[in-house]
């Protein structure tokens, strides 16, 4: 068992002591160390820890303080701007401009950033993947100044944490894992999967907040509602055009 997998919290307050470069850079290696598709290593790893680079960063990432707390920032990207300029230096004509290219590397990209995360949790260091890349990764694009070919795709926040927050509640296994085949499910199915979160104190307090009937209702009408999420989808295709993955 991997205690870093089983202890994982999203930490959201962050001390100001810095990391150690050495650490950092054995954090770093356990990415590079990651699964990735045919070995191309389609992916990279922006490290921020400029203040007013963070500062920048913290302003796409809706204001979210621990992006400024966090003494290190990563942006983790799908790339094909170095293969691609590889592959041209060697009289191989690249063909990924397109979206299973992009898909690709954003798969290797997210399996690269959870290496780190566990590394980093394994080391005691904290971390909170920050999926407001999503909405603005035009911006963020500018800011870290990325070439076509290259879109960030996840970013982390690393650094020692300031708080213990408990451990976040997961669905039963029945919920996920599915045996030989898929097994689709029942309302019946349904209510019992979802029983202990709707019914914890927890949700209440966020059904009362949000002045909804549910905790389902929460998620679609509050969190991720049906009009950011094509809103958000058209800022990204763009971001995928412009940045060459899309003709």
């Known amino acids: 068992m991997i205690k870093a997998i089983f202890e994982h919290r999203s930490i959201r307050k962050y001390k100001e002591t810095a990391i150690d470069e050495n650490l950092l850079e054995e954090i770093l290696e356990a990415g590079i160390r990651a699964s990735n598709t045919g070995n191309m290593q389609v992916y990279s790893i922006i490290v921020t820890k400029d203040k007013d680079i963070r500062e ?34 060697r009289n191989a004509k690249p063909g990924y401009d397109n979206f299973l290219s992009f898909f690709t590397a954003s798969v290797d990209a997210v399996i690269a950033a959870q290496n780190v995360a566990l590394q980093a949790e394994e080391a005691g260091l904290g971390i909170c993947y920050l999926g407001t890349v999503n909405y603005t990764a035009d911006k963020i694009i500018d800011i870290l100044e990325l070439p076509k070919g290259v879109v960030p795709v996840t970013t982390l926040v690393l650094g020692y944490p300031d708080e213990n927050p408990p451990l976040s509640p997961r669905l039963p296994a029945r919920a996920v894992i599915h045996r030989e085949k898929y097994s689709d499910f029942t309302e019946a199915e349904i209510n019992e999967i979802y029983k202990e979160t709707e019914n914890s104190d927890f949700t209440k307090q966020l059904i009362k907040e949000n002045q909804t009937e549910n905790l389902a209702q929460i998620f679609t009408q509050k969190r991720y509602t049906e009009k950011n999420n094509v809103h958000f989808s058209e800022l990204l295709l763009n971001v995928l055009k412009k940045q060459g993955f899309l003709n």
């Open 56 to 89: 920048k960063l913290w302003e796409q990432h809706f204001k979210q303080n621990m992006v400024k707390q966090a003494p290190v920032i990563l942006t983790f990207c799908a790339d094909f701007n170095r293969f691609n300029k590889w592959c041209e230096y």
